[in-house]
């Protein structure tokens, strides 16, 4: 098993910035890859990000050259640095772990409400 706790959420202006923060904690050595993912009202659940042990990431390309995934595995914490957001990035941001468990079973938080308004 693995926990994931997201933070950082909040409302912000159009243009601004917001990093979220998630720590995972449990069988940590089984996750290959983290990512975030967000969900906006009446929507699926989207791909944003995801950083693989080796450090490679990858990003949605809605995102790209605006949200940067980041990890440091010293203090088991995955970032989210988002900048010049849109009111099209309001959703609530999940943190998922990809892990060798079971049938290469998915963990998820909770979830952290991103508004950004215009």
């Known amino acids: 098993q693995v926990q994931l706790v997201e933070s950082g959420g909040g409302l912000v202006q159009s243009g601004g910035s917001l990093k979220l923060s998630c720590v995972y904690s449990?069988?940590?050595?089984?996750?290959?890859?983290l990512a975030w993912y967000r969900q906006a009202p009446g929507k699926q659940r989207e791909h944003v990000a995801a950083?693989?042990?080796?450090?490679?990431?990858d990003y949605d390309d809605s995102v790209k050259g605006r949200f940067t995934i980041s990890r440091d595995d010293a203090i088991d914490t995955v970032y989210l640095q988002m900048r010049s957001l849109k009111p099209e990035d309001t959703a609530v941001y999940f943190c998922?772990?990809?892990?060798?468990?079971?049938?290469?079973?998915?963990?998820w938080g909770q979830g952290v409400q991103v508004t950004v308004s215009s």
């Open positions: 998922s772990a990809e892990t060798t468990l079971g049938n290469m079973e998915a963990f």
């Open positions: 449990g069988d940590i050595s089984s996750i290959y890859a």
């Open positions: 950083i693989l042990n080796s450090g490679s990431t």
